[in-house]
């Protein structure tokens, strides 16, 4: 069996740390029981290692390319998309009515873990043609979801998210691509967008673009943003498809992801686009922050899984390469003696338990986040919206952590495997690239930091992080019940106590109206906060360890508990104590990155 990922360590995440059953006890999920979700989970395991792993290698040596004006994507995608539409893997969160199974956000997230670890690069066109789908279902008219949605769950029809342009990538607030009204409801699109993932390819018939453009007079900035659902071919009346007037002009090659297909798109060169308005006018930035929202999770949990194989490839490497020889207690080695595994060796091993620290870590934070996502949909009065608040707050970090933070720990992989770490022979090296892209696409890290700090921080009065406080005080009563994670338990709560002293002394910046110094060292707000998050849940998987541990309920081998433990105790050894550094940064009031009279970097 292929070995990329531990289904133990996502089951015990599941169903013990974030306690699937309380989720299923809503109505919306009564189909749905833990038996059969672990069935869901051995079955998406195997699909996983037939049709997903044994082409990541291949995807990335005969990357995606643009010929004679088509994009050339491997065989495989088309195969998967229809078995995704197959077994309702497309828009599985959906209502019955719309065409989903009403899955649970926790469980369509742990199954998207399974094969994005086994290629990250296919996942990502199943993923927008469900999020575009969501799109249409949630805000379009009957008639515009009927057009579009069928065939876009049967994975017959593919979906893009079309944000992106030239002049406008982070700053949103600057699109151009423009929208005028016709006599029969729709309108003519004209304009283009860049860097759009999973855009074009010959498996699926048609593609639906959720683009973002603007009706002529309307305001400027995000206030006079539109949606639009525009197809590359427009249904005929005699149930046809005809030219919809949107080309493909080429495809960005890439450092990583070469299989993952990143279109340039040109609308209405032929005065010939026609787009169907989705919900109001100059809605359309917050409708689609909604697939932005879940999207950002998603890229989480692909950067997450990611940095998962890897570590699971290095892990396999460290117990199969000898070198060297363990040294004896006085410093000496033995010459004659037989070399030992690398594993054995202090440093290797630190590196090994700095990527399971990260990648468990960042495994549970996504899924505290998906979990969330499920209360806000389905608990009622102050849950909901404290729910809802807890995956505000969430989301930035839920995208960040695994990103940055995943990267570090595929490259503590790659250096486990020496100098073939940097050969094509070995899988890290692509790891390593594939990655590289998480922390850029769906808003960079510095945007998700200044979001973090200046938005979700600070909304209604400080709300989600004092929500964040008492969970994590929670956290900290439950572990301290055992003694042997008193200590940990101890250290977070007074880090805790210092996250009030940093919003103490960043809060007057704000309030003085000086939003630059207020954020500047945003991302390093994003580090620190992120860290504390990650040893929050570290303590919750070291508790439901110790309780299995301590009641003999175990349903794993006792070293599976024992290495929960041992990694949470890693994790506050060698990576909560860094927060004291970063801490000392955001107290510092020395400012060095704010633009002055005159340009000091040259
Ligand atoms: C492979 C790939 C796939 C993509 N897929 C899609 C897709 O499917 N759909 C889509 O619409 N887009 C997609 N994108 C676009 C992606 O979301 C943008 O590249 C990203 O949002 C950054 O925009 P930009 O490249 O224009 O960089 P810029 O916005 O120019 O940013 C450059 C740097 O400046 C920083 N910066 C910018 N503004 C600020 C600010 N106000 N404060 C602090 N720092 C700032 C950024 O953090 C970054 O470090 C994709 C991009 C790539 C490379």
């Known amino acids: 069996m292929a070995n990329y990922m531990s289904v133990e360590t996502l089951k015990f995440l599941m169903n013990n740390v974030h306690d699937l059953n309380e ?3 809503a109505k919306r ?9 672990d069935i869901l989970v051995d079955s998406i395991k195997d699909w996983a290692d037939k049709e997903f ?4 290698t291949e995807m990335d040596e005969k990357p995606v ?3 004679d ?3 050339i994507v491997h065989p495989q995608i088309g195969k998967v998309m229809k078995q995704a539409g197959e077994q309702g893997f497309l828009g599985p969160t959906f209502d019955y009515e719309d065409g989903g199974t009403q899955m649970p956000h926790l469980v369509q997230a742990g199954l998207n873990h399974i094969i994005e670890a086994a290629n990250n690069n296919i996942p990502g066109y199943i993923g927008l043609t469900s999020g575009a789908a969501q799109l249409v279902v949630n805000f379009a008219t009957q008639e515009i979801k009927d057009m579009f949605v069928p065939k876009m769950l049967t994975g017959e029809w593919a979906g893009t998210m079309a944000l992106t342009e030239p002049q406008a990538g982070s700053s949103l607030s600057d699109i151009v691509t423009s929208a005028k009204p016709n006599e029969d409801g729709t309108y003519n699109i004209e304009g283009q967008k860049i860097f759009i993932s999973g855009g074009d390819h010959e498996y699926c018939d048609n593609f639906v673009h959720l683009t973002l453009a603007r009706i002529e007079g309307a305001p400027a900035g995000t206030k006079g943003i539109s949606l639009f659902a525009v197809p590359k071919h427009r249904p005929t009346e005699g149930g046809g498809l005809e030219s919809n007037d949107v080309i493909t002009a080429g495809d960005f090659q890439k450092l990583g992801q070469r299989g993952y297909a990143t279109t340039h798109l040109v609308y209405g060169e032929n005065n010939n686009c026609k787009g169907w308005l989705v919900g109001a006018p100059n809605k359309g930035l917050k409708y689609m922050f909604l697939m932005m929202n879940g999207a950002r999770i998603d890229v989480g949990m692909t950067a997450t899984s990611t940095a998962t194989a890897a570590y699971h490839a290095s892990l396999q490497y460290a117990n199969e390469r000898p070198q060297g ?3 004896s207690s006085d410093g000496s080695k033995d010459a004659s003696a037989e070399q030992t595994l690398i594993i054995n060796h202090p440093d290797v091993r630190r590196m090994l ?8 870590g960042s495994l549970s934070l996504v899924l505290e986040a998906a979990k969330q996502s499920d209360f806000a949909h389905t608990a009622e009065g102050d849950f909901k919206e404290d729910s809802h608040d807890r995956l505000e707050f969430l989301t930035p ?3 960040t952590y695994p990103s940055e933070m995943g990267r570090i720990a595929i490259n503590n992989g790659l250096q486990i495997f020496g100098g073939y770490g940097f050969c094509m022979d070995f899988p890290l090296q692509q790891y390593y690239r594939d990655i590289r892209i998480m922390s850029l696409y769906e808003g960079t890290t510095g945007i998700q930091s200044l979001d973090l700090l200046g938005r979700k921080s600070t909304m209604k009065n400080g709300k989600a992080l004092q929500l964040l406080g008492k969970d994590v005080m929670e956290a900290v009563e439950a572990a301290k019940t055992y003694d042997e994670l008193k200590p940990y338990a101890d250290k977070l709560a007074s880090k805790m106590q210092e996250v009030q002293e940093v919003m103490m002394a960043l809060l007057p910046h704000a309030m003085k109206g000086d939003f630059q110094r207020f954020l500047s060292d945003a991302t390093i707000f994003m580090e620190y906060m992120g860290t504390l998050v990650i040893a929050w849940q570290w303590l919750k998987m070291a508790t439901h360890a110790k309780e299995a541990l301590v009641t003999g309920n175990l349903i794993y081998s006792s070293e599976f508990y024992e290495s929960k433990i041992h990694t949470m105790k890693f994790f506050f050894k060698y990576e909560v104590a860094r927060t004291s550094g970063l801490k000392d940064i955001l107290l510092d009031p020395e400012v060095l990155t704010i633009l002055k009279e005159k340009e000091l970097i040259s």
């Open 397 to 399: 970090i839920a995208k």
């Open 65 to 67: 390319v643009y010929q």
């Open 325 to 327: 020889r363990k040294m």
């Open 53 to 56: 792993y044994p082409y990541f």
């Open 23 to 25: 989720v299923l006890k």
């Open 29 to 37: 999920y009564e189909d749905y029981d833990q038996e059969s979700v």
């Open 353 to 360: 338990l700095l990527q399971k620290a990260i990648v468990e």
């Open 69 to 71: 004006g088509k994009i």
